[in-house]
């Protein structure tokens, strides 16, 4: 699992290969992955924007940037936490994910950028030295 605190905000995450959906024989690996998104701040923020950076051993680099997560822009208290879970598709068995979530501060609107620690998709005895740009 990785962790990144940006802010006070910190926010967990953890993939894993899905073998029911996924079919190698054609090059189609999906993975799934859960965040959860902890305020540790004193600030009472709003989550407005996701930006993604998949990044798979064998196609080119994407980027998935939207409104928030799964159809929601959730409201933190501090203290509270909130997760969710998605998926990611590969062509190959071996990439990684990583990005930031746009964040506000619900009293006065300053935006600010979260870390979301890199992921690691491997299908599992995948090698992994194979090389995937930046």
Known sequence: MGIAVTQG???AARSQYEP???????ARFIF???ITIT???EEVVQLMRRHWIVRDSLAAVREVEGPGVV????ILQPGEEFSYSSACDLRSGFGRMEGTYLMQ???DGLEFRVTIPEMHLVFPGQRTN???GR
Do not use: L
């Open 39 to 41: 305020n540790r701040s």
């Open 32 to 34: 799934s992955y859960r």
């Open 20 to 26: 029911s959906h996924s079919d190698p024989a054609v």
């Open 9 to 11: 905000i910190r926010i």
């Open 105 to 107: 501060r619900v009293r």
């Open 130 to 132: 194979a090389r995937i």
């Open 71 to 74: 159809g929601e822009t959730p």
